[in-house]
DNA sequence: CTAACTCCCTGATAGC
DNA sequence: TGCTATCAGGGAGTTA
C-alpha cells in the first residue's frame, strides 16, 4: 500500500498532533507483525516519553522520543497509522494503540500484518543494518542521471525492477514504478543496460514529478490507504497506467498493456512508451 | 555478484 | 449459497 507518497503523507500529518506530545500508555495485540511487536522496549523506552520529531527514510517513519529512543515503523502493504479521539473503541487489526496527552490515541492497524514496529533503546542502539544498504531518496539531492548510470552499469534488470530496488533508489513501489515510466516514456521491460543518458535524465525528472504530484494529492488509495486523519487520497484518479489494463491511453488512446515482471503486474502504454 | 522466485498474512473478488 | 483460486500497494530470504 503505502509508497513514498503515502508514507510522506502520513508524516506530515503527525508532526501537528504528535510531536511534543507525551505518550502516556502503549497498548498491544497479542499478534506478532513482520517482526514481534517489542513489548518491552516499548514500556521500557517510549511509555511516559515526549516525541521529538517524526522523520522519514525510504517508508520508514522514524518517531525519535526526547529520550533518545527511536521508533522505527513500516506500514508493509496494509499498514494505517492514525489519530483517533479517546474512547473510541478498538477495532480489528489494531495492534498498537499509543495513548497521548492531547485526549488522542495514535493507532497501528494493520490487516496483513506485513508491517513492523522496532524501538531503538537511547545512546547505544543504531538503525538496523538494511538502513545504511538504502539508495538515495528520489526528492534529495543525490538522485541523478549519473548516479542511476553508475548504478546500472553492468546490470541487466528490467528498468521497472530497478526503480523498485530500494538499494538504488528507495520509496518506490509498484504503483508509482509504473506511473514513473509512464511519465518517462519508457516501456517498464526495457533492460537498464539500453538507457542513454538523455533517457535517465528523463527518469529522474519523471520521478519527481509523479512522486511530487501524489503527495500534493495525499498519495494514492486504492483499497486500504488513508492519512493520519483516516482520509483517503486522490492520486489514484490521476494514474495513468496502473490498473489501467485495456482502457485507453489518456495521451494517445492506444489500449493500455499488462506485462507480469518478477511476479508484479506492470502496465504501459505500448504507443507512448520505448 | 545479479536476478528471479517464494513466502509472510488477510480479505476482496471472480468463476464454477 | 458456498467453495476454490487468484490477486493485492512490501520486503527479506533463498535459489539458480
Redesign the pocket.
Known amino acids: ?3 513514498l507518497p ?1 508514507v510522506e503523507t502520513i508524516r506530515r500529518g503527525l508532526i501537528p498532533r504528535l510531536v511534543g506530545c507525551t505518550i502516556i500508555r502503549v497498548v498491544t495485540s497479542n499478534r506478532r507483525l ?1 517482526l514481534p511487536v517489542p513489548r518491552a522496549k516499548l514500556k521500557a523506552w517510549v511509555e511516559g516519553g515526549q516525541v521529538k520529531s517524526v522523520d522519514r527514510r ?2 520508514y517513519l522514524l518517531v525519535r522520543m526526547n529520550n533518545g529512543a527511536v521508533l522505527v515503523l ?1 506500514l ?2 496494509t499498514g494505517r497509522l492514525a489519530f483517533f479521539t479517546n474512547g473510541t473503541p478498538r477495532g ?2 489494531d495492534h498498537i494503540r499509543f495513548f497521548l496527552d492531547n485526549s488522542l490515541e495514535l493507532r497501528f492497524n494493520d ?4 508491517g513492523s514496529i522496532q524501538v531503538l533503546a537511547p545512546e547505544n542502539e543504531k538503525l538496523p543494518q ?1 538502513f545504511a544498504d538504502l539508495g538515495a531518496e528520489p526528492l534529495g539531492p543525490n538522485f541523478s542521471a549519473p548516479y542511476l548510470m553508475k548504478m546500472a552499469r ?5 528498468i521497472k ?1 530497478f526503480l ?1 530496488d ?1 538499494k538504488v533508489v528507495v520509496g518506490i ?3 508509482y514504478a509504473n506511473e514513473i515510466l509512464f511519465v518517462a516514456g519508457i516501456k517498464p521491460t526495457r533492460g ?1 543496460g539500453t538507457l542513454t543518458r538523455a533517457t535517465w535524465e528523463r527518469v529522474v525528472r519523471g520521478s519527481r514529478e509523479v512522486l511530487e504530484q501524489a503527495i500534493a494529492c495525499g498519495g ?6 488513508v492519512n493520519s486523519s483516516n482520509e483517503m487520497g486522490y492520486f489514484q484518479c490521476e494514474l495513468k497506467v496502473y490498473g489501467r489494463t485495456g482502457e485507453a491511453c489518456k495521451s494517445c488512446g492506444s489500449m493500455i498493456s499488462r506485462v507480469v ?5 506492470s502496465f504501459f502504454c505500448p504507443s507512448c512508451q520505448k
Open positions: 500500500m503505502p509508497e503515502e513482520r525510504a517508508k513500516h508493509g502493504m480489528p487489526h490487516v496483513r500484518r506485513f538494511i553492468k546490470r541487466t534488470k528490467p525492477n523498485m530500494a513501489g509498484n504503483i537498464v494514492t488509495t486504492i483499497s486500504d490507504y515482471l518478477s511476479g508484479r503486474a
